[in-house]
């Protein structure tokens, strides 16, 4: 049986994931979705930055085009396989029950952090399983539902992180946020200096944000 802090990778679920188990004296658990044409490792160093007792669940998405990893098809940058985001957020959704049977994952309890096309397709989780997800973080990020349904978010509470040199999704990271608010959504939104990458100015806003007591969200510059 493994150790507190150790990584496994599990592969017997409808989705590869990889789970390091919390040490002691930590509750939280932060499930983790990368970005395109890479896979879940990239993910665990930002998910042990930001709590590092944590529970981390890194998912590898299940979707190869043209040689890279994703989510979900695209078509061009900025447009997206509608058919493709439902049926994977279908399959993700079944996969948190699975999660639930396998390891003891409380979805309305756990911190969801998605990184571009991982946050995208977290998004759309939260739209079309509204209560699903009660706390997310979508770095990078865009809308990416052509027809968004009118979806009750009123329990979940949102981070974006745009990147201030992102020229692909930096420009639509406003139109997220007001989609998630018009669904009532409680939205924080913030500008970091980057630009598609994420870094350690990211890990400390997603720290302040998950303990404002600790550092006043009110202090951190740049909401949109």
């Known amino acids: 049986m493994n150790q507190a802090g150790d990584t496994d990778l599990r592969q ?10 919390q040490l002691a004296g930590s509750d939280e658990t932060l ?11 990239t993910m665990m160093p930002l998910g042990t930055s930001i709590a590092p007792g ?22 061009t940058p900025t447009r997206f396989g509608q058919g493709s985001i439902r049926a994977e957020v279908h399959a ?15 979805a309305r309890k756990a911190v969801f952090i998605g990184y571009s096309n991982g946050a995208n397709l977290l998004s759309s989780l939260m739209l079309l399983r509204p ?6 973080v979508l770095l990078r990020a865009m809308p990416v539902l052509t027809r968004a349904p009118d979806a009750d978010l009123s329990a979940a509470s949102v981070l974006i992180l745009a990147g201030a040199r992102d020229e692909t ?3 639509f990271a406003p139109a997220l946020a007001d989609l998630l608010r018009s669904r009532k959504a409680a939205v924080t939104a913030r500008t970091v200096a980057a630009g598609h990458e994420f870094g350690p100015e990211d890990a400390e806003h997603v720290r302040a944000w998950l303990r404002p007591e600790a ?3 009110a202090k951190l510059p740049n909401g949109f």
Do not use: K
């Not at 017997?12 to 188990?21: A, E, H, K, P, W």
């Not at 529970?55 to 989510?71: D, F, K, P």
């Open 215 to 217: 550092a006043g969200l």
């Open 92 to 106: 993700f959704d079944r996969f948190l029950d699975e999660l639930g049977e396998a390891d003891g994952l409380d």
């Open 131 to 136: 209560g699903r997800v009660r706390r997310a």
């Open 12 to 21: 017997d679920l409808s989705f590869v994931y990889r789970i390091r188990r």
């Open 54 to 75: 944590a529970t981390l669940i890194a998912v590898r998405g299940r979707v190869m085009q043209e040689g890279s990893r994703r989510w979900f098809t695209r078509i």
């Open 169 to 171: 999704y930096g420009p």
């Open 31 to 41: 499930v983790l979705l990368h970005g395109s044409g890479v896979d879940e490792t």
